[in-house]
């Protein structure tokens, strides 16, 4: 998790690993771009973004 402290809030971005493109729509479902959250985690947060953004990790194993 990162966070930085803004002058008028406190923004968190949440950093999840998965091993593939499939694991991550087995756990959000079809629609992977929507973000999900637990409704708790809901309730602490002044806005979500509308579109979870996701990225390929890439590594150099030879090294």
Do not use: W
């Not at 923004?11 to 999900?36: C, H, K």
Request: charged share 30%.
């Amino acid at each position: 998790m990162l966070r930085a402290n803004r002058s008028d809030e406190c923004e968190f971005v949440v950093i999840n690993f998965f091993d593939s493109l499939e694991a991550v729509q087995r756990f959000a479902g079809p629609d992977y771009t929507v973000p999900i959250f637990e409704p708790e985690a809901r309730e602490l947060l002044s806005r979500i973004e509308p579109m979870a953004n996701h990225y390929e990790v890439r590594f150099d194993t030879t090294k």
